[in-house]
């Protein structure tokens, strides 16, 4: 019993991390049509950032912060710098985030070695919360939290302010929007930057789960595809969904089968690919 | 036609000479990896060049294959049933993976293959009663065909030689064929395809069938030259780094891969003796060739050869 609840737990804080890093990234894909394959790395990045800054004595949610914006500006340098000399080839664009990805794994395991790097959770969510005889990781409760929160905010921004509006509309008809006079290659930066700094964010956050390690990347990335593939790119919803999804998935994978994993991680995604190539809240044809 | 003839010949004779001229064991075995990489490219150019598919999951097959025979072998099947057996399930998986990856075009055929291959990989290295994980399997002993041994680089090389050069035959029989021009046909134009009656999508399917036996074959020729397999030789980068030689060289064309293959190789052999970032590099590479190549070394010297001659014959008219 203990066991099914802790995992239970475990997977849907999890699952809140995911969402963190497949939110934005779903939304850039669904805007510009390419799944920016640097995002894994955008992810480990804020984890060395973060392991960083409480190195060197910063407190925990500077860090987080620090990591967001860090991120965020190398997010905003690629998209200006490079991807955009790409328009309208959506080949080339993707080829060159994977080019990137290298490039970011490789300089990261050179500043920061092949050693994992521990990051502490913040002493005051250190204790855990007794709830009815179960002791509950309080850091975990907090992710999902700071997770929902997030959740809530990109809603509100999508739904409910003009340029949530805007956006929706170019995932929906680029060339429309283009044509109404919505900047569209503005939103471009903007969706960009904003799944740079979640996954900024998120790699701190996850930092005390997970630790920053080479290879970080390549195990988050396949999971933010596979939960966008769910999901739908471009859907939030799809995205919330999804993240959920998978971190059930992949946490009881590992501690039921631990040689299947990523079977069973398939698995899902192999039905919605058959039987609904768009995802299950898709607005785009990928 | 003659000349084009006579440069295949020049080239075939190069290629059968080199363990004659070049006598150091390293550099014969350089080579023979590069043909290993320059038919995993070629096969991979069969979906990329050809059938505009973009797939980042090839390498699993020369894993699946690598693995499987490995397996096999060690399961107590003699060396020719081992062979047989692993290309013909990697082409199996080959042909599942096409139905899964089909289901999408363009950019979500790319992902899909991305995460079927990530699945490989992470099979490989998470099942560890299967595949021993990180540590990877050994290979016993290379085959012996036909009795004959290959197991000093030079006859090594020249078994990989052979085995290349029925592969880059098949191939361009097949790019050369109703059915190649079927497949690219797919490529420009799905919907006119259509239209005048053809099944795109058993076009594309299989081709992906044709790209992954011949990138098993590959796999095969891997094991038996490394005599060992580990989820390394299967990751994304690998991947990655066929579908850059395949760009590097030129899509478009069917050579391209193979110089790709040549250059790739060759610069990553020589930085990984002198420098540890071999990785930076790659994704400089694939950058900067995607920014200012994209289509590739072997188009851009043949445009540049065709400018070229004109010139020349204005320039020696009297």
């Known amino acids: 019993m203990q066991f099914w609840i802790i995992q239970t737990l475990n997977s849907i804080a999890f699952g809140g991390l995911l969402f963190l890093l497949s939110s934005g990234f779903s939304l850039a894909f669904g805007l510009m049509r390419i799944p920016n394959l640097a995002h894994g790395g955008f992810f480990m990045l804020g984890a060395y950032f973060g392991a960083t800054i409480t190195y060197f004595g910063g407190n925990f949610w500077v860090a987080v912060l620090g990591a967001g914006l860090g991120v965020g500006l190398i997010g905003i340098l690629f998209e200006r710098l490079i991807l955009r000399r790409l328009a309208g080839n959506v080949q080339g664009q993707v080829l060159v985030t994977l080019g990137v990805s290298f490039i970011i794994a490789d300089l990261c395991l050179l500043i920061w070695t092949g050693d994992p790097w521990t990051v502490p959770a913040p002493a005051e969510l250190r204790p855990p919360i007794r709830l009815g005889g179960f002791a509950f990781p309080t850091f975990r409760l907090v992710v999902l939290g700071i997770a929902l929160v997030v959740a809530v905010a990109l809603y509100l921004l999508m739904d409910r302010t003009r340029l949530g509006a805007m956006i929706r509309a170019g995932v929906d008809d680029m060339e429309m929007a283009r044509g109404v006079g919505i900047p569209v290659s503005l939103l471009f930066t903007i969706v960009f930057a904003l799944g740079a700094v979640l996954a900024g964010l998120g790699g701190t956050l996850g930092a005390p789960m997970l630790n920053a390690y080479p290879g970080l990347d390549t195990d988050m990335l396949p999971l933010a595809l596979i939960v966008v593939i769910l999901g739908g790119a471009g859907s939030l919803l799809g995205a919330f969904v999804g993240s959920f999804v998978v971190g059930f998935l992949y946490n009881f994978g590992i501690a039921l089968f631990p040689d299947l994993a990523y079977f069973i991680l398939f698995l899902p995604m192999v039905l919605v690919l058959v039987f609904m190539p768009q995802g299950l809240f898709g607005r785009v044809q990928t | ?318």
């Open chain 2, 1 to 318: 036609m003659r000349r084009s003839a006579l440069l295949l010949g020049i080239c075939a004779v190069v290629l059968i000479a080199v363990p004659l001229v070049i006598r150091n064991e390293f550099y014969i075995n350089l080579a023979s990896q590069i043909l290993i990489y320059a038919l995993l490219a070629v096969s991979v150019n069969l979906l990329l060049g050809y059938g505009g598919m973009v797939s980042l999951g090839h390498a699993s097959f020369l894993g699946l294959s690598a693995y499987a025979t490995t397996l096999f072998l060690l399961w107590g099947a003699g060396q020719f049933w081992a062979a047989v057996g692993a290309v013909i399930f990697s082409t199996l998986c080959g042909a599942l993976f096409g139905v899964l990856a089909l289901r999408a075009s363009g950019i979500g055929f790319l992902m899909i293959t991305l995460a079927l291959g990530q699945i490989v990989w992470g099979i490989a290295y998470r099942a560890n009663t299967l595949t021993d994980g990180d540590n990877g399997l050994r290979f016993p002993a290379r085959p012996q065909p036909f009795g004959i041994d290959i197991n000093s680089a030079s006859s090594f090389y020249w078994f990989t030689l052979i085995v290349f050069a029925v592969a880059l035959f098949f191939i361009w029989r097949v790019t050369r064929s109703p059915f190649g021009a079927a497949l690219q046909g797919a490529r420009d134009q799905p919907r006119r395809m259509r239209m005048l009656g053809h099944n795109v999508w058993m076009i594309q399917w299989l081709a992906f069938v044709l790209a992954s036996f011949w990138g098993s074959v590959a796999g095969l020729l891997y094991v038996y030259y490394n005599l060992f397999i580990s989820p390394h030789a299967i990751s994304l980068q690998q991947s990655a780094e066929v579908l850059l030689m395949a760009i590097l060289g030129g899509a478009s064309t069917l050579t391209g891969p193979v110089v790709g293959a040549v250059i790739i190789t060759l610069v990553k052999n020589l930085v990984s003796s002198y420098v540890d970032r071999w990785n930076t590099l790659l994704g400089a590479i694939f950058v900067i060739v995607i920014l200012f190549m994209p289509f590739g070394i072997v188009p851009g010297v043949r445009q540049l050869w065709a400018r070229w001659r004109p010139a020349k014959k204005i320039g020696g008219a009297p």
